[in-house]
């Protein structure tokens, strides 16, 4: 089942940038913590950034793209954002939403992996050249 559906992917140039939104199919997302994770080719699944739904709190980066990624939340329009800025190579991947039922405090666990999320978006692509 697709809980989301994500756009915004596409190819840019190292430095450029890029807003991925994810939309959730129903009338809400599946799900009090949400989560952007990115697969790149021959890698895994990493989580790259969540948040919790209520009070947009228990934010989490992964050192990777910390002061550039931003993400946040549309509670009024259901979407859920992912900003990215200065963006390298090595941030080419799929993107994928996540959403599951978590509380704030487990929401920004740098352990909480894609296998604690049961709701999935189908993807969107991100391709950096140098």
């Known amino acids: 089942q697709v809980h989301a559906v994500e756009s915004g992917g596409g190819s840019v140039q190292a430095g450029g940038s890029l807003r991925l939104s994810c939309v959730a199919s129903?009338?809400?997302?599946?799900?009090?913590?949400l989560a952007w994770f990115r697969q790149g080719p021959g890698k895994e699944r990493e989580k790259v950034a969540s948040?919790?739904?209520?009070?947009?709190?228990?934010?989490y980066y992964a050192d990777s793209v910390k002061g550039r990624f931003t993400i946040s939340l549309d509670n009024t329009k259901n979407t859920l954002y992912l900003q990215m800025n200065s963006l390298k190579p090595e941030d080419t991947a799929m993107y994928y939403c996540?959403?599951?039922?978590?509380?704030?405090?487990?929401?920004?666990?740098?352990?909480?992996?894609?296998?604690?999320?049961?709701?999935w978006g189908q993807g969107t692509q991100v391709t950096v050249s140098s």
């Open positions: 129903g009338e809400k997302f599946l799900g009090t913590c």
């Open positions: 948040i919790y739904i209520q009070n947009a709190g228990g934010i």
């Open positions: 996540a959403a599951d039922y978590w509380d704030t405090s487990y929401c920004k666990r740098p352990d909480v992996a894609s296998k604690d999320f049961r709701n």
